[in-house]
């Protein structure tokens, strides 16, 4: 079946450490998002990936970091200078970066909880 | 830029009853628009999506919605609501070039029976 995986389901992060969250996709989609969604404000997009090798910054990019090394994978690392980073983590890819009509498709999310 | 407004957090309906989730949206072109639905600690799942020709669009499990250029809403209903059909759902706009999603808040729909 093609989709879209994130893993883990459930991340607990002491704070000052740096966490990778997982995002693979087998639909041979181009582009790849990262959203960040809290209670209350739907979702907001964190970064973005049209092309393998490059991305770009979202409205809210202060405090992460992407790799986008493969077609299928597009890795987000929350790092310790996120300064509120428990929040419910949301990736979805599309066929093209370029079209607005395109869906993007989501996965099933990681909850990232900072003890 | 983009803008997309979800009036009424919370929604409740009778089983049954008529289901109306409101959006209204801002931009200098028509956009793209979509309804999605989220389940409880679960992704968003497309229910339907506006882009080019007959504005009544019809999605998964009975919903459909209308754009209306000139009111800029594309309000989500469904004739009857289940109790399946609690859960979140947003509203989003992309531009006519690029495919960035601009969300509205959610609307939190609850059935009663």
């Known amino acids: 079946d093609g989709g879209i995986t994130q893993s883990p389901k459930y991340l607990f992060r002491k704070e000052g450490q740096n966490v990778t969250l997982s995002c693979e996709q087998n639909l041979n989609h181009d582009a790849m998002y990262w959203y960040r969604q809290d209670p209350g404000q739907g979702l907001r997009l964190i970064y973005y990936?049209?092309?393998?090798?490059?991305?770009q910054k979202g409205d809210i990019a202060e405090g992460y970091s992407v790799s986008r090394e493969k077609k299928e994978s597009f890795p987000l690392t929350v790092t310790s200078a996120q300064k509120n980073p428990t929040a419910f983590y949301l990736c979805a890819s599309s066929n093209s970066g370029t079209r607005g009509a395109d869906t993007q498709y989501f996965g099933p999310g990681t909850r990232l909880t900072v003890l | 830029a983009q803008s997309v407004t979800q009036l009424g957090s919370h929604v409740s309906v009778s089983e049954g009853a008529l289901v109306l989730l409101r959006c209204n949206y801002s931009?200098?072109?028509?956009?793209?628009l979509f309804w999605y639905v989220q389940y409880p600690n679960q992704g968003l799942q497309l229910l339907l999506k506006y882009t080019t020709g007959a504005t009544l669009v019809k999605g998964i499990n009975g919903f459909e919605a209308e754009f209306k250029k000139s009111e800029t809403s594309f309000h989500l209903t469904k004739p009857s609501a289940h109790m399946s059909d609690a859960a979140e759902y947003f509203c989003a706009v992309s531009r006519n070039t690029g495919n960035q999603f601009y969300f509205g808040t959610g609307t939190s729909l609850t059935v009663i029976p």
């Open positions: 990936s049209q092309i393998v090798n490059d991305f």
């Open positions: 931009s200098s072109v028509p956009p793209y």
